[in-house]
């Protein structure tokens, strides 16, 4: 049996374990081709060098969308609206769809690779009850082994690439390994906090905008950071308690924002759920997985954090 996984419902998340080209070739050109052939819609968000490697091999100019996967998906909670759903929801209603997304490879950051996990669990609900297939392969070889028994959490079927055999997994649990890592982030910095209400909107947009400057971020990356502080200080005014508290600060090449509140989500797909056409409101936390190279949410009984990162 190849990667072309079955399924008795209408939605399949496979993992691929693979181990080296030989192995990635074998278990996703057959995925891909097998869509061309029944004319299904099929689009490919890998890693630059993987994409390079299926390019030459299934050809350039098929009928593939083709992504590149570091750019489109830098940010793990961009990937399921700006990507997978972005792609899919294009389609005529009803159209079986067939996805390769590869969001996890070696070189993900310890800091990323929460938000990496988390994405993966979450396009089991995102995707639930559509036709739809959506192959994640993961190098094995380079990948640590924590990340492999992840990928046992978030899939319910996994392939070994070398063997072809597809099986179910044991281990699945998207909901679990999505609290799991919902983890409390590494304390800020000792920087100042500002806190905010209604009234204060406008000038902790400012607030931050004017140390995102300082710290060394350029247009149009500071016009970014200014729509993310004011969809996530909007949001606690409106849902997390009528006010909030704004930190700003630089990590590691990047510009920080984090705004905490008295809020709880309780809904997973916050921020990842492309928004109906007549829907008014309920884009802010979308806005900012769009625009930020990487966003974490820690959310509980003691409220929710949101901190976001834009490079300088």
Not at 61 to 74: H, Q, S
Not at 160 to 182: I, K, L, P, T
Not at 253 to 274: F, H, K, M, N, S
């Amino acid at each position: 049996m190849t990667a072309e996984a079955e399924s008795a419902g209408p939605f399949v998340h496979p993992a691929l374990f693979y181990r080296d080209e030989r192995e990635y070739l074998a278990g996703v050109v057959p995925f891909v081709r097998k869509a061309l052939a029944a004319g299904e819609p099929v689009a490919v968000a890998v890693p630059t060098e993987n994409l390079r490697l299926l390019k030459a091999e299934i050809g350039a100019d098929a009928a593939v969308r083709f992504l590149d996967m570091r750019e489109a998906g830098r940010n793990p909670g961009r990937i399921i609206p700006g990507v997978l759903r972005a792609f899919a929801d294009a389609q005529p209603p009803g159209t079986p769809v067939r996805i390769v997304g590869e969001p996890i490879w070696a070189g993900r950051s310890a800091t990323e690779y929460p938000a990496c996990v988390q994405h993966e669990a979450l396009i089991n609900a995102a995707f639930e009850g559509r036709s739809a297939t959506i192959l994640c392969p993961y190098d094995t070889r380079r990948l640590d082994p924590q990340v492999v028994a992840d990928a046992y959490a978030t899939h319910p079927v996994v392939i070994d690439a070398d063997s072809g055999r597809e099986r179910a997994s044991g281990q699945y649990d998207f909901e679990a390994v999505h609290a799991r890592y919902n983890e409390p982030l590494p304390p800020a910095p000792d920087v100042p906090a500002h806190t905010f209400v209604a009234d204060l909107l406008g000038q902790v947009r400012h607030l931050a905008t004017d140390t995102g400057a300082r710290l060394g971020l350029l247009r149009p990356r500071l016009d970014d950071l200014a729509l993310a502080t004011a969809e996530l200080t909007t949001n606690s005014v409106l849902h997390g308690g009528g006010s909030g508290v704004l930190r700003v600060w630089a990590e590691d090449g990047y510009v920080v924002c984090e705004v905490r509140d008295q809020g709880r989500l309780t809904d997973l797909l916050a921020g990842r759920r492309p928004p109906a056409r007549a829907q008014q409101g309920g884009r802010g936390l979308l806005i900012v997985n769009l625009v930020a190279d990487l966003v974490r949410v820690r959310t509980g009984p003691e409220g929710t954090t949101v901190r976001c990162w834009f490079a300088r």
